[in-house]
């Protein structure tokens, strides 16, 4: 480890400790927020380093799906901690934001920015178009109870139909993990990345950064319905573009730097694989966590969020068909991230 890394873990794990300190002190509202914000954004890059850490010696392909799901980690526990809040709006705004901002905002910054070093840049078309029809899957699997919801009328109704849908989603997430790691063609041209840290390190770093994510998501969604009335921001830009964003910054760092690097495949593994997880199975656990809370949430979300799901489906659907990427695609997918953004500002 350098001795950077180790000034800001410390300097991570310091605003942690000062985002606590405040809650128990009973400070409430922006200043919070704020602080614990900043300390949930220094841990997903904690995650993201640890993560790519210890997977360097297992290849690309486990890497990536390590950093994806060790990334969503704080997402995850915000949006459970959201339903237990009885902030299922937020949570619901938080799913899709997280999807759009992996497809739109991160994997649209690592085309831009590897395009732009690198010029055209290849990666396995058959990987990215698996990952792109499974995004399609994700739009018809939290549309359908959307569109139900508008004909059916009936609660009852569209609590059953969203379990069965979490239910089928979760288990087409665990056959798309089987299908991606047994199946020939898919995979990555990137090589492994070479281990600085030892593995007990970064095993131990995995699991400090894992607790005090937890911890601190805690006072982060705390501090939400304060700061909503304290700044005038409209809910669902909070839960739809700051959540998420707090929650990326591990993919933003490590998909950036990879295309930078030009190793589009593994890139474009982390942004894909960080979407499709949480819109299938974070999607699945928000729904099975709120009948455990006892306060259930349906997939049933505003329109305004499926037209911004399908608008990221179908411009990463363009880019995966390809084979080859540049920086202007990458331009094309942050300017749809930016019209969507400015939407839900002006809601």
Known sequence: MTRRQALLLAVVFSLSALAVVLR???VEGQAVFVVAAIAVAGLAWALGEATEQAGASAGPRVSALLNASFGNLPELVILVLAIDAGLSDIARASIIGSVIGNVLLILGLALLLGG?????QRFNERMAST???MLILAVVGLGVPTLFNALAHDTSSVQELSRWTAGALLLTYVAYLYFSFTTPGLHFTDHGGTMEWSRTTALALLAATAVATGVVSEVLVHSIEPTIKAWGVPREFIGLIVVPFVGNVAEHFSAVKLALGNRMDFAMGIAFGSAIQIALLA????VFASLIIGSEVTLVFDPLQLAALGAAAIGCTMVARAGETNWLEGLQLLVIYFIVAVA????
């Open 131 to 133: 990952n792109a029809s």
């Open 283 to 286: 999607s699945s656990v928000a």
């Open 344 to 347: 839900f500002w002006l809601l």
């Open 24 to 26: 128990a002190a009973g």
């Open 116 to 120: 732009w070093r690198h010029g055209i």
